[in-house]
């Protein structure tokens, strides 16, 4: 967004073409995700996705002021990573994206493939995978990250609550797939387990409590961006 309303100035040029160098030749390395899990690298659906967002994004900022930038390898780049995760993301037997390639998990990260532009908000792979998701790890309004039982080693002891970023990412890709009536009402919900101050923690807990970092602002940020998606299609 601020690329596309003030421009790119000539340090961001030599900052995102330095990016997208790098990331041509580490974009298929292994990593811990976007939860940080500690048993061992991955190829994660998650950072597949944020790399195709990378070059997409980095595409559309060169091609809109004309900078120069090896476009060509970039949309090559861009289309084999697309490839590669609807055909080793998915999982046939879920009939869902998977958190990892050779996973059979879900995991509520899933939900930003439409999110981001991935795939179309009504594409029939991204609601199945909302199918999905909502039958394994929902229990509206919460969201779990995965269940632990399934996915890839955290290597965190005991349980968890649902994660509020989650339950917004949630309510977003509901109402982004046309289903306003049951965004709404989960985001009113949530709602009611703020603070005073309208504050939320990273986790819920099993009766309602804060647990974890508090207050978290990357769930403040989807709070904020579910607020605004499900004002527009309500036309307030």
Request: proline share 3%; with cysteine.
């Amino acid at each position: 967004l601020l690329f596309e309303h003030r421009g790119l100035y000539y340090r961001g040029w030599e900052q995102i073409s330095r990016i997208m160098e790098w990331l041509s030749e580490n974009w298929q390395t292994p990593d811990k995700g976007i939860w940080e899990v500690r048993g061992g690298d991955r190829a994660f659906l998650h950072s597949r996705v944020m790399c195709w967002v990378a070059f997409n994004r980095a595409i559309r900022a060169m091609e809109r002021q004309g900078l120069p930038a090896p476009l060509e390898q970039w949309r090559q780049v861009r289309d084999t990573i697309y490839k590669e995760i609807m055909d080793k993301g998915w999982s046939e037997e879920k009939q869902s994206f998977v958190q990892y390639y050779g996973g059979n998990a879900v995991d509520a990260s899933a939900l930003l493939i439409s999110l981001t532009g991935f795939t179309a908000p009504a594409d029939p792979r991204m609601l199945k995978t909302l199918d999905r998701i909502e039958k394994e790890l929902t229990h509206a309004p919460h969201v779990y990250r995965y269940r632990t039982d399934q996915a890839a080693d955290d290597g965190l002891k005991g349980t968890e609550g649902t994660f509020s970023i989650c339950s917004f990412w949630y309510i977003e890709a509901l109402a982004r797939a046309g289903r306003i009536e049951e965004a709404r009402e989960n985001l009113e919900q949530m709602f009611t387990y703020a603070n005073h101050l309208g504050l939320y923690s990273e986790e819920i807990g099993p009766t309602g409590e804060a647990e974890g970092n508090f207050p978290q602002a990357f769930t403040h940020l989807a709070l904020i961006r579910a607020c605004y998606l499900l004002n527009e299609a309500l036309g307030d």
